[in-house]
């Protein structure tokens, strides 16, 4: 963050690989909150390493394994970029689209419900009907306390 605040430093590239992936995406979550204006391009791939693992015992042959690391490297900077690029994300108010992608899957997610579920599912049917079910549990109470006395010594 330092070395972006100087106006001569232009862009920033953070790149991670294999468990550091979450971390990069983390650090450039937060340089996105301090620099509004920045533009990103994101490339996701494979990073190859090579092992090669040499026997305890000299009868056994050399082993070779190549193992494909999953990589990613997130380009910020604070000129414009290409809009048409892949993996490209213009500068913004994050917290208006996360509410509204809330807003849209919370709804998706009552009327999956309503549907499986009946249109008497709603929160205000189950209310009402809990409602209902207290009072004639509550008059039931009531009926059998009737008969019942209750005296004071």
């Known amino acids: 963050m330092k070395t972006f605040k100087e106006e001569n430093k232009r862009h920033m590239v953070i790149a991670g690989v294999g468990k550091a992936i979450n971390k990069s995406i983390t650090c450039a979550e937060i340089m996105k909150r301090k620099y509004k204006s920045l533009h990103q391009i994101t490339k996701i791939g494979y990073k190859r390493v090579e092992e090669l693992w040499k026997p305890k015992t000299e009868e056994l042959d050399k082993l070779k394994v190549t193992r494909e690391i999953p990589a990613i490297y997130i380009l910020l900077c604070k000129d414009p970029l290409d809009n048409n690029e ?30 499986f579920h009946g249109p008497e599912s709603s929160g205000e049917a189950r209310r009402q009907k809990f409602r209902k079910k207290q009072r004639s549990k509550s008059e039931r109470e ?9 005296e004071e010594v």
């Open 142 to 150: 009531g009926s059998r306390s009737e008969g019942t006395k209750v």
């Open 86 to 115: 892949l993996g490209y994300q213009a500068p913004g108010n994050l917290n208006s689209f996360w509410k509204s992608e809330a807003t849209k899957e919370k709804k998706q997610t009552q009327k999956k419900f309503r549907d």
